[in-house]
């Protein structure tokens, strides 16, 4: 069970519990389970590690993009379907930066999985993400 955190220093706390960490992974793995895709793109420090743990569980590859949302973009192939995992939503625009980068290597972003959605900053009341299904595993 994902206990409800008010922090987003607080998801260090969940997952160095062994049963946190699992359940967390659980809940994304649950995201993620009715998608067919090629690659995980994982973008963020929870996001990488919980995107390595996915990938590896649903036998899928893994890019991780940094920070500038720099990736390999020949790890990517014309026409795959891919995922995002990644850090928080807050108002979308970093994600909606990577999702067209990942766009104009000829993918399709066809879900995007956030550890944590910080609803003060407003990111799904300004739609910015509206062409692309999300959820998070916490809403703070």
Same mark, same amino acid.
């Given at each position: 069970?994902?206990?409800? #955190? =008010?922090?987003?220093?607080?998801v260090s706390?969940v997952i160095?519990d062994?049963? *946190?960490?699992?359940?967390?992974?659980k /809940?994304l793995m649950?995201? $993620?389970?009715?998608e067919?895709?090629d @690659?995980i793109? !994982?973008s963020?420090?929870?996001?990488?590690?919980?995107? *390595?743990?996915?990938a590896?569980?649903?036998?899928s590859? #893994? +890019? %991780?993009a940094?920070?500038? =949302?720099? $990736?390999?973009?020949k !790890?990517l192939?014309?026409?795959w =379907? +891919?995922?995002i995992v990644t850090?928080? %939503?807050?108002d979308?625009?970093k994600?909606l930066e990577?999702?067209q !980068?990942? /766009?104009? @290597?000829?993918?399709?972003v066809?879900?995007?999985?956030f +550890?944590?959605?910080i609803? !003060? @900053?407003g990111?799904r009341?300004?739609?910015?993400?509206k062409?692309?299904p999300?959820e998070?595993? $916490?809403t703070i």
């Amino acid at each position: 069970m994902i206990p409800e #955190i =008010n922090d987003f220093r607080k998801v260090s706390c969940v997952i160095a519990d062994p049963e *946190g960490f699992e359940s967390t992974v659980k /809940e994304l793995m649950s995201m $993620f389970d009715r998608e067919v895709y090629d @690659c995980i793109i !994982a973008s963020g420090p929870y996001g990488q590690i919980l995107g *390595g743990v996915l990938a590896d569980r649903m036998k899928s590859g #893994i +890019v %991780f993009a940094d920070d500038s =949302n720099s $990736f390999c973009r020949k !790890a990517l192939k014309d026409g795959w =379907n +891919v995922v995002i995992v990644t850090d928080r %939503f807050e108002d979308g625009k970093k994600e909606l930066e990577l999702i067209q !980068a990942v /766009e104009g @290597c000829g993918c399709r972003v066809i879900r995007v999985g956030f +550890v944590a959605e910080i609803t !003060a @900053c407003g990111g799904r009341k300004s739609k910015i993400l509206k062409k692309y299904p999300y959820e998070a595993i $916490f809403t703070i």
